[in-house]
């Protein structure tokens, strides 16, 4: 029934750009606090950014600047821009719909930095 479904996701040199996709279905998308979340092999899953139903927005300290993330209500779907990509960004990227307790996540998809 509830989906998030992450695409866009590849192998990239330092330097370029990715842009992330994330289409939702089965709740009120509206509704919910959308985020990104990233985690790389042996490392704990961090916030990379999020985007509130009212249009508030927070970003990582380690990716302000650089990755624009942005919601299209009409269509379900929440994006997030990556340029100046580092190796360091390198990791799995997740989907996340919170509305109070409730709380979905999608699959992920692998972002790799590299050259």
């Known amino acids: 029934q509830v989906q998030l479904v992450e695409s866009g996701g590849g192998l990239v040199q330092p330097g370029g750009s990715l842009r992330l996709s994330c289409a939702a279905s089965?709740?009120?998308?509206?509704?919910?606090?959308m985020s990104w979340y990233r985690q790389a092999p042996g490392k704990e899953r961090e916030l990379v950014a999020s985007?509130?139903?009212?249009?508030?927005?927070n970003y990582a300290d380690s990716v302000k600047g650089r990755f624009t993330v942005s919601r299209d209500n009409a269509k379900n779907t929440v994006s997030l821009q990556m340029n100046s990509l580092k190796p360091e960004d390198t990791a799995a990227y997740y989907c996340?719909?919170?509305?109070?307790?409730?709380?979905?996540w999608g699959l992920g998809t692998q972002v790799t930095v590299s050259s």
């Open positions: 996340r719909a919170r509305w109070g307790v409730t709380n979905y």
């Open positions: 089965g709740f009120r998308f509206a509704n919910y606090v």
């Open positions: 985007i509130g139903s009212t249009g508030n927005i």
